[in-house]
């Protein structure tokens, strides 16, 4: 059965590090998302994309944060200068398509963790 | 905003026990209901949906009832397993939105 999947599992970065988490998503699926975990807290959304751009982003998706499809396959997020703050548990999630009745898959999770 | 809340956890029940989980919610739209599970270790798993009003989503025994007039969609199980330990999580997505809006997720532990 087709997953998403994410590399790596476990990140652990300096403040004020780059970082860049990937997704693999389905193969024929055209919508992808971020959200994120932050520990004992809600899944919340960051942000989706289709067709090469944002379609929707949150209040936390701000200019540190930025996503990239660069080729066929990859679907990565990038936080530019990390602070202690985006420790979290970042998903990867996408769709085939985007109807309210559409089910979003998700992949395991990058768990990001700022000292 | 559209929100959603869960039943506080952590859960714990005995083997062949009867479980329920609440889960009521606000949107301004008419939002499809999902619960997801994550077992340790992995991601985010579906586990069932409903995309109308007194729809009925069921999967490995599991059941949940889309209720308007209440704004509930509640997680129910007859007889759970060990294997059903896990975290459950009851989201929405809003027909004008590109996101899905969770609750903050129920930690459910049967023993044996």
């Known amino acids: 059965e087709p997953e998403v999947t994410q590399t790596p599992s476990h990140q652990v970065t300096q403040m004020g590090q780059e970082v860049i988490l990937r997704c693999v998503p389905i193969?024929?699926?055209?919508?992808f998302y971020w959200y994120r975990q932050i520990l004992g807290q809600k899944v919340e959304f960051l942000v989706s994309?289709?067709?090469?751009?944002?379609?929707?982003k949150s209040e936390i998706f701000d200019d540190q944060f930025s996503v990239e499809r660069p080729d066929g396959s990859n679907f990565t997020l990038k936080i530019r200068s990390t602070k202690l703050e985006d420790s979290a548990m970042y998903f990867c999630?996408?769709?085939?398509?985007?109807?309210?009745?559409?089910?979003?898959?998700f992949g395991p999770g990058t768990r990001l963790t700022v000292l | 905003g559209d929100s959603v809340t869960q039943m506080e956890g952590p859960v714990t029940l005995s083997e062949e026990a009867f479980l329920t989980i609440n889960c009521t919610y606000t949107?301004?739209?008419?939002?499809?209901l999902f619960w997801y599970v994550q077992y340790p270790g992995e991601g985010l798993q579906l586990l069932l949906k409903?995309?109308?009003?007194?729809d009925k989503g069921s999967n490995k025994g599991f059941e949940a009832t889309y209720r308007k007039e209440t704004t509930s969609f509640h997680l129910e199980k007859g007889s759970v397993q060990v294997s059903d330990s896990a975290v459950y999580f009851c989201?929405?997505?809003?027909?004008?939105?590109?996101?899905?809006?969770f609750g903050q997720g129920t930690r459910l532990t049967i023993n044996p």
């Open positions: 999630a996408s769709t085939r398509d985007r109807g309210r009745t559409d089910t979003q898959y």
């Open positions: 994309f289709y067709n090469n751009e944002i379609s929707e």
């Open positions: 989201a929405l997505s809003d027909p004008r939105a590109q996101k899905l809006v």
């Open positions: 409903a995309t109308k009003a007194d």
């Open positions: 949107a301004t739209g008419y939002p499809s």
């Open positions: 193969s024929n699926h055209l919508y």
